[in-house]
C-alpha cells in the first residue's frame, strides 16, 4: 500500500474537527513529502535531532508536533519552531519549556501528559498530580507556554474495552479540568488520544487529535 492510499483509507474515518497528526518518526524526508503532497502539513516526531533535521529540509509551512519523552536539555533547539509539545509529564519540564520560550520571545503551546495505561512503562501525570498542580497559582505565571489541553496513550491491549475505559477517563478529566481550571480560555480544547490501532475508538470517546504512524507509512526500522 502507498503512503498516498493509506492516507486516503484513514482520512474516512476522520471528523472534519478531528485533527490528523501524520507520525513521521523513524520514516525518511521523501516519505513525509509524499504525505504533504497528500495535503498533510502536520507530523509528530519523537526525537529532537531528527525532528531539526526534518525541519531544515522540508517545508516551512509544516506544522511539528513533538510528540517524546522530552529532556530539558533539548527544549531549546525545538522551541523556535515547534507548534504543539504532546508530552508535557512534570511542571518542572512545562517551567524549562517556559523559560526557553521566553528567550526565544514566543508562546509555546503544550499538551499535559495523562497516564491513563496500565503498564508502568507509559509516562505522564496522574490524576492526583495533575489536579495539585494546576490547584497552585505557580503555572498562571507562565506566560510563555499555552496549557491547549491533554494527551494520553491507552494500554497497549486486545481488549477493546479496556482500551475504550481508558479513552473516557482522559476525557472525563479533561472535561473536570476544563470546568474547574480553565472555564474562559478557548485554547484548553485538545486531547490528543489515539494511534494507529485505536483511533477509531479515541474519536469515539471524544478525541480531537490522532496521531497516527504506521497506519500512514508502515513499520519503523529502529
Ligand atoms: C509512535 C507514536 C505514535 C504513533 O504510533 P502508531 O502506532 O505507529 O500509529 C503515537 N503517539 C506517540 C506518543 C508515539 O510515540
Known amino acids: 500500500m502507498s503512503i498516498q492510499s493509506n492516507i486516503q483509507n484513514i482520512r474516512q474515518f476522520i471528523p472534519a474537527d478531528v485533527k490528523l497528526v501524520c507520525v513521521s518518526k523513524y520514516h525518511p524526508n521523501e516519505a513525509i513529502e509524499e504525505a504533504y503532497s497528500c495535503g498533510e502539513r502536520v507530523f509528530g516526531e519523537s526525537k529532537v535531532q531528527e525532528m531539526c533535521g526534518k525541519y531544515e ?12 519523552h522530552l529532556q530539558s536539555n533539548k527544549i531549546k533547539s525545538i522551541v523556535p519552531f515547534v507548534s504543539l509539545i504532546h508530552g508535557v509529564d512534570s511542571f518542572k519540564l512545562l517551567t524549562e519549556i517556559n523559560k526557553h520560550a521566553e528567550k526565544a520571545n514566543r508562546k509555546v503551546n503544550c499538551l499535559l501528559q495523562v497516564h491513563i495505561a496500565q503498564e508502568e512503562t507509559k509516562f505522564g501525570f496522574s490524576e492526583r498530580e495533575l489536579i495539585e498542580v494546576l490547584s497552585g497559582n505557580e503555572w498562571k505565571n507562565l ?14 491491549s486486545n481488549s477493546e474495552n479496556q ?12 472535561s473536570k479540568l476544563k470546568a474547574d481550571f480553565f472555564p474562559t480560555e478557548d485554547s ?11 483511533f477509531k475508538l479515541a474519536i469515539d470517546e471524544g478525541s480531537s487529535m490522532v496521531r497516527i504512524g504506521s497506519s500512514i507509512f508502515g513499520n519503523r526500522i529502529y
Open 143 to 156: 506566560k510563555n507556554v499555552q496549557i491547549c489541553g491533554l494527551m494520553g496513550m491507552a494500554t497497549f
Open 163 to 174: 482500551v475504550r475505559a481508558e479513552f473516557k477517563t482522559l476525557k472525563n478529566l479533561f
Open 57 to 68: 529540509m522540508l517545508p516551512k509551512d509544516i506544522e511539528w508536533h513533538f510528540i517524546g
Open 188 to 198: 484548553f480544547k485538545e486531547i490528543s488520544m489515539g494511534m494507529s490501532a485505536d
